[in-house]
């Protein structure tokens, strides 16, 4: 059964650091794209950073380059994003999720975790 799970979310100032974990598990975890996204409350999931899990290729959203970090480790199967001066507008839900191919589109994913909170005060 595949199953990503998300982990590292919690309450920050702005300013802050955060790292968000998602675990992987039922699927062979290379040769995919694996993504971050986040959702606030009354607006539409947007996708902040992408992976290709074979050769490490990073991809951002313009609002988080120079403050976000996607990487691997592929022995663990593990996603994680290391979020630096994070701003109040970076609150969200964060979802892991996983695709064939390379898109910024969140119907072209087709797993996903259950999120992870953070919250950034002013």
């Known amino acids: 059964q595949v199953q990503l799970v998300e982990s590292g979310g919690g309450s920050v100032q702005a300013g802050g650091s955060l790292r968000l974990s998602c675990a992987a598990s039922?699927?062979?975890?290379?040769?995919?794209?694996m993504a971050w996204f986040r959702q606030a409350p009354g607006k539409e999931r947007e996708w902040v950073a992408s992976?290709?899990?074979?050769?490490?290729?990073?991809y951002y959203t313009d609002s988080v380059k120079g403050r976000f970090t996607i990487t691997q480790d592929k022995a663990k199967k593990t996603l994680y994003l290391q979020m630096n001066s994070l701003k109040p507008e970076d609150t969200a839900m964060y979802y892991c999720?996983?695709?064939?191919?390379?898109?910024?589109?969140?119907?072209?994913?087709?797993?996903w975790g259950q999120g992870t909170q953070v919250t950034v005060s002013s």
């Open positions: 999720a996983t695709a064939l191919r390379y898109s910024t589109e969140a119907d072209e994913y087709n797993r």
């Open positions: 039922g699927y062979t975890y290379s040769w995919y794209y």
């Open positions: 992976i290709y899990t074979g050769a490490g290729t990073a």
